[in-house]
């Protein structure tokens, strides 16, 4: 999708922000841990190559999701380790070599089918990712682990780390947490040899269960400002939201009561009202649900009133504001703020959602 910079609509990233809560998480962490910032998905929507520049000096590595993401951040000039987190198609196992691009291994079917291509592998690294009870990818037993280690290293492959994942670290309840944990520990007393790196943490491992950092933390979430358990637990300390949405009136209008605003007319004025547009839609991420939600003018909580467009929305305005005035849809504005949380909430969805789907239209812009 092609951004739009001359749309007054803009994301506005606060890269001060991402290094205060970097530095607020891992300052809590044992002395040595190793940072990974996670930075999949466009660095949740904050722009990955930006964010990555200007924390690079304060983290270890960088996670990305696939291949293309860890190309885009080397072809950028990025030089720390990249780990891709997800499973790698055999064809661009060579592009990792080329690149120096560490990969995930999450199955002996996938050695053993790497393996049969007869690729020269000298010099891959890797980590082995093991499936404690996420059930997404990994091994599951210390067995095949050993096998694969094995297979990979008589080929060079340098086998680094190892790593699993939590389901529900961000939750209240820990039993299945403390239950994946167990599956974790005991898997790896079960092997012969453990790789030097040994990781376990996400944003919400490393916030409330601090004791399983082991050796390196991937933080993603809470970097960005956000809680990731939404509001289900405090962060027992400050953090700050480094994205907000902002975009500006672009038509202001006084409506007749019982006009019809938006398709489907599913709103209509019961007064004489000001209706203010705003240019972004649910091509923006701004989805049709958000109908009934607010934005702040002027320091002032307005509705969205009538369906979300594709490319416009409505809102209800207290009076006539002149065309340009800013209107804030994530972030501060005057004395009152809307929480990337509260927007989930309402859309019945986790914070990460709501940052991930705004789209490349909107421009990302950076302060300092
Ligand atoms: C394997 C893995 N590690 C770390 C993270 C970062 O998680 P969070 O954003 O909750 O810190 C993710 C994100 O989904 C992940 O898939």
Known sequence: MKTSPHR?????????????NIEQVASRLPEGTLRMAVVKANAYGHGAVAVSHYIQGIVDAFGVSN????????????????????????????LAL???????????????ELLSLGLNLEGLRVHLKVDSGMGRIGFRSATGIQEAQ???????????????HFA?????????????????????????????????????TSIWHPETVLNMVRLGNVIYGMNPSGLALDIPFEIKAA?????????????????????????VSQE??????????????????????????????CPIVGRVSMDQLTIRLPKAYPLGTK?????????????????????GTINYEVVCLLSDRIPRVYRK
């Not at 094995?150 to 699993?164: D, H, K, N, S």
């Not at 009152?336 to 989930?344: G, K």
């Open 243 to 267: 994205l907000s949405l902002e975009s500006e009136l672009v038509h202001v209008k006084k409506i007749a009561s019982q006009q019809g605003v938006g398709y489907g007319k599913t709103y």
């Open 168 to 204: 529900t670290a961000d939750e209240v309840d820990t039993s299945y947490f403390v239950e994946q944990e167990q599956r974790f520990a005991n898997l790896l007393e079960e092997l012969e040899e453990v790789p030097a790196l040994v990781h376990a943490s996400n944003s919400a």
């Open 8 to 20: 007054p609509t803009k994301a506005v990233i606060s890269l001060e922000a991402v290094v205060y």
């Open 272 to 301: 004489e009202e000001y209706i203010g547009t705003l240019p972004l839609g649910y091509a923006d991420g701004w989805t049709r649900d958000m109908q009934d939600f607010e934005v702040l003018v002027d320091g002032v909580f």
């Open 98 to 112: 080329e690149h120096d691009i560490c990969l995930t291994v999450a199955s002996l079917d996938w050695v053993q």
């Open 150 to 164: 094995q297979a990979l290293r008589a080929q060079g492959v340098e086998v680094e780390g190892i790593f699993t």
């Open 327 to 347: 209107v804030t849809l994530i972030g501060s504005n005057g004395q009152e703020r809307i929480d990337v949380t509260q927007v989930a909430e309402y859309r």
């Open 67 to 94: 291949i293309d993401e860890a190309l885009e951040l080397r072809e950028s000039g990025i030089t720390k380790d990249i780990l891709v987190l997800g499973v790698t198609a055999y064809a661009a196992v060579s």
